[in-house]
């Protein structure tokens, strides 16, 4: 079985279960009846080919996304601007979800913004990715009648002159990205790369495998020649998303060109290390609010394997270094801009830091109990006004949203 064989193989089954999940849930979801409008059940043999995304509400014919929202929510669905008059909501954005870097929790902030807001989404025909690893093709996503868009928030390779064309100028870009050697064993962990790459040992395939990475780079590349690209999931998979193609591997400087712009392009590329700042930073940059970025902080994807806490020797930190150079020029280079832009926001930033990890816990906290069923299906928790949100309610619906699977693999 060849990579591209499995890969495709591995986000097929991820789709499978997230869609029997999703069906396992529905039947418990509070006030989420369809509105005027949708797509009956009985009439989507033309969306045959598009996923069941129940959970982000039924499609209309137009493919324009609804939903009904808690009565608390009245103000933000009358379009009223956030607390401060001076800072607007953004409503137009790209999230480039990178693979294996902690995009499962954060998309789902994105998901609930655009069904809260009714944004139209750009979504992928029947797979939880946009074309990828592929350029895109116009036959690859729904058609909105009128070709505009607000977001994208599903795997796509960045590629600015097509987005553009998409979205308005005014969009905002965001992503997220993960230290370099922490992403690589989640990389091999996850695609099975040891067994593609054809190491014997199971225990620790990482030790094996930064001995010398570069006598694997014939299994680990994958060359797809119809579209003339080459994919590898041990070198540079962070950067190969964000638009930089693998075979320039061994470019560093006009990689570090690539990668500057990148910068300039981005409003904000969160840190999976730091996702707490990261997150905050996201809300003060988009002017949301709280309620918009919380997540849940249970761990839903908890499980370990052999060599997930392994540390590298110095040697073998220095073969990773060299084999996934631009992606470690990717990384420092986000990671220093995410700490400069917090530096910008002041002391206060860390006041609100404290705040959002304390109602952070208090609402998960209450949300494990609501879908669990523990006696809170009538109840919400109030969360007062502060500095930094208006008081808005949590219940059981907000709760649901926050703990669905995500869209796709």
Request: some cysteine.
């Amino acid at each position: 079985m060849n990579l591209r064989t499995l890969v495709t193989f591995l986000f097929a089954v991820g789709v499978m279960a997230t869609l029997l999940l999703i069906t396992v849930h529905l039947s418990h979801v509070p006030n989420m009846s369809v509105v005027s409008g949708s797509v009956p059940v009985t009439n989507r043999a033309h969306f045959k080919h598009v996923p069941n995304m129940s959970y982000m509400s039924q499609w209309t014919r137009e493919g324009r996304i609804h939903t009904r929202l808690p009565a608390k929510d009245t103000r933000r669905r009358q379009g009223e601007e956030t607390k401060s008059s001076s800072c607007v909501a953004s409503k137009k954005f790209v999230f480039i979800r990178t693979h294996k870097t902690g995009s499962t929790t954060t998309i789902n902030i994105f998901q609930r913004y655009a069904i809260y807001n009714k944004l139209n989404v750009l979504m992928p025909v029947g797979q939880g990715w946009l074309s990828w690893p592929f350029p895109p093709e116009e036959n690859e996503y729904v058609h909105m009648p009128d070709e505009k868009y607000d977001t994208l928030v599903h795997h796509f390779v960045y590629n600015k002159t097509w987005l553009l064309s998409k979205f308005p100028p005014e969009t905002k870009y965001i992503s997220i990205l993960r230290q370099p050697f922490s992403h690589l064993k989640s990389q091999i962990n996850y695609h099975h790369l040891p067994m593609v790459l054809g190491i014997q040992d199971k225990t620790n395939p990482i030790k094996k495998f930064l001995q010398n990475p570069w006598q694997y780079r014939n299994r680990s590349e994958t060359f797809f020649p119809h579209v003339n690209i080459t994919w590898d999931g041990t070198r540079n998979p962070m950067t190969f998303d964000m638009g930089w193609p693998a075979e320039r591997a061994d470019e560093e400087e006009e990689a570090r060109k690539y990668i500057s712009k990148l910068d300039s392009d981005f409003t904000i590329v969160m840190i999976l290390e730091h996702l707490d700042e990261s997150v905050v930073l996201l809300r003060r940059l988009m002017c949301w609010e709280l309620r918009d970025v919380l997540f849940y902080s249970k761990s839903k994807n908890s499980r370990g394997y052999p060599y997930k806490t392994y540390v590298a020797t110095p040697e073998e930190q220095g073969n990773h270094r060299r084999w996934s150079a631009v992606d470690y020029m990717l990384y420092n280079t986000f990671n220093n801009s995410l700490w400069q832009k917090i530096h910008a926001q002041g002391p206060d930033f860390y006041n609100e830091l404290k705040y959002f990890r304390r109602i952070k816990i208090d609402v998960s906290d209450f949300c494990e109990r609501a879908m669990k069923g523990r006696h809170v299906d009538k109840q919400a928790m109030v969360i007062t006004e502060s500095k930094w949100n208006p008081e808005f309610e949590v219940d059981k619906t907000y709760c649901w949203y926050m703990t669905r699977p995500k869209a796709g693999a």
